[in-house]
């Protein structure tokens, strides 16, 4: 079993960008260029879904509903993968999770992040007269 540490989700406006990122541990430091790496996401009520996928041999693929807005990459030598999103969307909202497979075939999941994207809450603005 692999720990994976998430971060970088957040609230963000319809249209903005976020990067999640996803560092595997120094354990497998010589193995992590050889590992396939992946961002699913889960929003409520539904089933967690492939998003990105990046094979060791950094061949990439993507959900239809993200290509051309999320890209995914990765740094071996910081034992890290990436998913830069961009023109987010309401529908993107959701529980995202990075997935690292080992070269001994083993699945690896981080802890999630929640990535909500809205317009907030709005502020009202009163001139008076």
């Known amino acids: 079993q692999v720990y994976l540490v998430e971060s970088g989700g957040g609230v963000v406006q319809p249209g903005e960008s976020l990067r999640l990122s996803c560092k595997a541990p120094r354990s497998i430091l010589s193995t992590f260029s050889g590992s396939d790496v992946s961002w699913y996401r889960q929003a409520p009520g539904k089933q967690r879904d492939v998003v990105a996928s990046?094979?060791?041999?950094?061949?990439?693929t993507y959900a239809d509903s993200v290509k051309g807005r999320f890209t995914i990459s990765r740094d071996n030598a910081k034992r890290t993968h990436y998913l830069q999103m961009s023109s987010l969307k309401p529908e993107d909202t959701a529980v995202y999770y990075c997935?690292?497979?080992?070269?001994?075939?083993?699945?690896?999941w981080g802890q999630g992040t929640q990535v909500t994207v809205n317009w907030g809450q709005g502020t009202q603005v009163t001139v008076p007269s």
């Open positions: 990046m094979t060791k041999d950094k061949v990439t």
């Open positions: 997935n690292l497979i080992t070269i001994d075939g083993y699945q690896n």
